[in-house]
DNA sequence: GTAGCGATGCAACGGAAGTGCATTTATTGT
DNA sequence: ACAATAAATGCACTTCCGTTGCATCGCTAC
């Protein structure tokens, strides 16, 4: 708990009651979350303040937003020494198309990519649909 | 003129004026088109004809959606022997965070990933964001 | 204590995808 | 050519999420 409240500080993000529920939810989770999966969770919560709380964890780097590709923001905690922010930690996701879960694969990083004259890449996303080790059944 | 109806009816797709239109449309543009890009172009449009007429293109081959992370579907005129329905076409996109322009680089095939034990690929998505050619100013 | 600021809660808005159903247009069989 | 059938189109409406405005609450600093 206080492990929390020392993470959330060291972020800059003061940590209230809500935010270190929130925190510790995605925690014990293993995949993304998306805001109304959250929501669902705590019966006794507002979408408004759900939603303003993954903003300022991804501001300050708590978590990062994916975009997994069904059209709906989800969000993961961010590996110590993560630096998303700066678009400098890009690993690859993992949707599951029988399950709908999403997982990052942090140890894949996406490889470089050389692209055509005039192109400047500045950030990447790279989704890989398919079976999940718990679906596949194995 | 003649060439577009043929296209069409080799995908078993009836050539009706609207599609024709829509279809001449995205051939013009070389950037990937979203529904509403349509719609402001044709005055006399609907939203609803435009909206299944993509869903046809896209069932029957014609174009394949993309998905660059906008949050806003959106499409682009399949090459001839894309196979993209069989997920056998996986060329990447850029997203220009500049003009937010999207474009398709056909040429650029998605590196195989490996996967950790007991996940499987069905389909992939990559997307670079960054700043297109025409926007770096080369 | 009180002034100030950040966090929370309620309500409402907005964009875009998607659906039901009536109408029009094209195709087919006689 | 005409009727029967099927496909395409148009209008209205719904749903789902993300987002914002504004009032209120609660902590913190002075
Ligand atoms: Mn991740
Ligand atoms: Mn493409
Ligand atoms: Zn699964
Ligand atoms: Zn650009």
């Not at 590996?79 to 400098?88: A, T």
Request: charged fraction near 30%; hydrophobic fraction near 35%.
């Amino acid at each position: 708990m206080k492990e929390i409240e020392k993470t959330l500080e060291s972020k800059s993000v003061r940590p209230t009651a809500m935010r270190i529920l929130i925190y510790k939810y995605m925690a014990e989770k293993e995949i993304a979350v998306a805001l109304t999966d959250i929501e669902n969770a705590f019966a006794k919560s507002d979408r408004t303040t759900l939603y303003r709380t993954l903003k300022t964890f991804e501001e300050k780097g708590v978590v990062h937003q994916i975009d997994d590709g069904t059209g709906i923001h989800k969000y993961a905690l961010c590996e110590p020494g993560c630096n998303c922010e700066l678009d400098q930690d890009l690993h690859l996701h993992f949707h599951c198309a029988n399950c709908d879960e999403t997982v990052c694969l942090t140890e894949h990083k996406i490889p470089h990519i050389n692209l055509p004259e005039g192109f400047i890449a500045e950030d990447a996303n790279l989704v890989i649909k398919g079976i999940c080790e718990k679906c596949s059944g194995q």
